[in-house]
């Protein structure tokens, strides 16, 4: 009987039968797979992650690095690592790999379970912690010193925000600050009397180009020169002694260009060309001829400059500081400079052989007038700044206090060539005659105030835009214009006739005001 089963079993193989042999490797395949499945469903548990503990046995709970407590491991799938190897603070091996996956994933998950929630921000200024890097090192106590965790808070992009004034302790981090700025401003002119006149052909010769005859024009004067707007330039330099900016020094200087007013006229475009004046001899005003038809023929050229420069440097400390705005008080050193010169060159060539003097001889009269105007003294004032977002609005108001010294300088010239002869250089010129030629000085105390507007918008957290408007007044300065005598008296005329019987020209030391005021755009940069 049993034979005839195993022999039926085997004609059913034989046969091709598949019912015994699919149920053999069934069994076998769930023997060999259970184990692993079981161990699989071990590892698959949820993790229970602890932080690491510091040095000193305290947790952080803010690292990175975080263990899963101590797991069976299968030394054939799972490498163990060694130490970590970027922070030497930490020993224990790394767990396999696989777990750290699921580490991962768990992190992202459910951050809530692994540390304390983020604490709202501030839209206005964002916290942010960086760890001291500094070659020096810092303070144990003070504004400076760092805190307890080893890390400071950096200076917030916008420090003058509403916020803890706290920087870390670097050197010259957020302390220095520069802006150069683009002027464009008007100053007063020079005031300068008729120097050149001229008038109809039908005019005569004693009354040609004398003021207030009929017909006489003013080509050249009776008004203000050097009034136009100019360009400048000014750059300030800050550097803060400490880090909420509350006590600094400040160094600006500043220049505006050369002002030049230029006139010439000859005897093609103006057939009648003479210089005004007042004869003390005859009482009435008069007129240097410089071209007149059938007498002489000649030219004339006027030029005036004007140059105003300055330069400071203050103290600057903070006197009130809210939210969002601050007011600073301002002492130092100021040094204003202001300078003004003018020239007038004639040349004459003598046609008439009833003239004054042979035909073809030449004269050349030349008359210059320089003054040098320079403030030393002390600067007090306010300056304030208030913020609002990424937009500054700042004023300034200064005032100086000290001495003005003022420079006069009167020189002419005359050259007479006749054309047999040699040619006679003598000293004095039209207006500029030996009776006030010389250099003259005086010093007076003066006031300089000065008012000052800015607009700005951070263009990024080191870098604003700046526009505004500045006013300078300067209360007592010399000026060319009103070192001119018009009194004249002929026979002094170089080389003189007679000797002197008067003194006129005279000098009178003359003083006025001055001012400047104007726009200026430029860049803060705070490095």
């Known amino acids: 009987m049993k034979r005839l089963q195993v022999l039926t079993f085997g004609n059913e193989l034989a046969a091709g039968s598949r019912r015994p042999l699919v149920l053999w490797m069934t069994g076998f395949l769930v023997f060999a797979w259970l184990p692993s499945a079981m161990a699989q469903q071990e590892e698959n548990r949820p993790l229970a992650l602890e932080p690491i503990a510091a ?6 709970p803010d690292s990175p690095h975080w263990v899963a407590p101590d797991l069976p491991r299968n ?22 790999r696989n777990s750290q996956r699921r580490i991962a994933t768990a992190l992202q998950a459910d951050d809530a379970q692994l540390s304390d929630p983020e604490p709202p921000r501030n839209p206005r200024r964002p916290p942010v912690a960086r760890r001291y890097e500094a070659d020096v090192e810092p303070p144990a106590d003070g504004p400076y010193a760092e805190e307890d965790d080893g890390a400071c808070e950096e200076c917030p992009p916008y420090p003058n925000r509403c916020c803890e004034p706290a920087c870390c302790w670097q050197p010259l981090a957020n302390r220095l600050e520069a802006r150069g700025e683009w002027l464009l401003w008007w100053g007063k002119g020079n005031s300068v009397p008729a120097l050149v006149t001229s008038g109809p052909s039908t005019q005569t010769q004693t009354q040609a180009g004398i003021l207030g005859a009929p017909g006489t024009v003013v080509l050249f004067g009776d008004s203000d020169l050097n009034d136009a707007a100019r360009s400048g330039a000014r750059l300030t330099v800050d550097c803060w002694l400490t880090c909420d900016h509350s006590l600094g020094l400040e160094a600006q200087c500043f220049g505006l260009g050369d002002n030049t007013a230029s006139f010439q006229a000859n005897s093609n475009n ?36 004007t140059v105003f420069q300055g330069a400071e440097a ?55 007038f320089s003054t040098l105007n320079e403030f030393q003294g002390a600067d007090l004032g306010l300056a304030s700044d208030w913020h609002y977002e990424r937009w500054n609005l700042g004023f300034l108001l200064k005032v100086g206090l000290g001495n003005t010294s003022s420079r006069v300088t009167i020189s002419g010239s005359t050259v007479f060539t006749q054309p047999t002869l040699a040619a006679a250089t003598s000293s004095g010129g039209f207006l500029a005659q030996a009776s006030n030629s010389g250099q003259y000085q005086r010093n007076q105390f003066t006031m300089v105030p000065e008012l000052g507007i800015n607009l700005g918008f951070d263009l990024t957290p080191r870098l604003r835009l700046v526009g505004g408007y500045s006013l300078i007044y300067w209360s007592a300065v010399a000026r060319t214009g009103d070192q001119i005598d018009l009194n004249l008296a002929p026979p002094q005329f170089p080389p003189p006739l007679t000797p002197p019987a008067n003194h006129f020209p005279e000098f009178r030391f003359a003083t006025t005001d001055y001012w400047a005021q104007g726009l200026n755009v430029g860049l803060d940069l705070r490095f």
């Open 55 to 60: 040095p000193g046995g305290e947790p952080v």
């Open 75 to 96: 030394p054939k799938r799972l490498a163990v690592a060694g130490p970590q190897e970027d922070d030497p603070q930490l020993s224990d091996p790394e767990p396999p």
């Open 270 to 305: 103006f057939p009648v060309l003479a210089r005004p004046f007042f004869n003390t001899q005859t009482g009435a005003a008069d007129s240097g001829l410089i071209g007149y038809p059938g007498v002489q023929t000649g030219n004339v050229s006027v030029s005036a400059t």
């Open 314 to 368: 203050l103290l600057r400390q903070t006197w009130f500081r809210a939210c969002d705005a601050h007011l600073d008080f301002l002492a130092g050193y100021r040094y204003l400079r202001l300078s003004d010169d003018l020239s007038i060159d004639e040349f004459e060539t003598f046609i008439n052989p009833q003239g004054p003097a042979p035909v073809n001889s030449t004269l050349a009269l030349s008359d210059r």
